[in-house]
Nanobody, 122 residues
Framework: VQLQASGGGLVQAGGSLRLSCAAS????????MGWFRQAPGKERDFVAG???????HYADSVKGRFTISRDNAKNTVYLQMNILKPEDTAVYYC?????????????????WGQGTQVTVSS
């Protein structure tokens, strides 16, 4: 499985970005997918996850602003980010879970994308 993340960039506070993560492999639809982020000097944290059936889970810091979705026909997962804040600045990573349901711990994800930089200016 290979994951290719894209869509990051520089945006002003209050703006929006849409991240995409394209996955190779025929088993994509069987597993949950997640988005994580890592700011400089900080640990990589869970942002949002979506189960094989479409159930979603979000970190408290992004609830109501971010939306995760998936298109199994395209082997792609998305992260729509609205009302962006400077504290959302980080490298964002998509990852494939080893499980069909969402978990928030990194050790349950076995494949990772290369990361895409999101910078929110104040």
């Amino acid at each position: 499985v290979q994951l290719q993340a894209s869509g990051g960039g520089l945006v002003q506070a209050g703006g929006s970005l849409r991240l995409s993560c394209a996955a190779s492999g025929r088993t994509f639809s069987r597993y949950a997918m997640g988005w994580f982020r890592q700011a400089p000097g900080k640990e990589r944290d869970f942002v949002a996850g979506i189960s094989w059936s479409g159930d979603t889970h979000y970190a408290d810091s992004v609830k109501g602003r971010f939306t995760i979705s998936r298109d199994n026909a395209k082997n792609t997962v998305y992260l729509q980010m609205n009302i962006l804040k400077p504290e959302d600045t980080a490298v964002y990573y998509c990852a494939k879970s080893t499980l069909p349901y969402v978990v928030v711990t990194l050790d349950r994800y076995d494949y990772w994308g290369q990361g895409t930089q999101v910078t929110v200016s104040s």
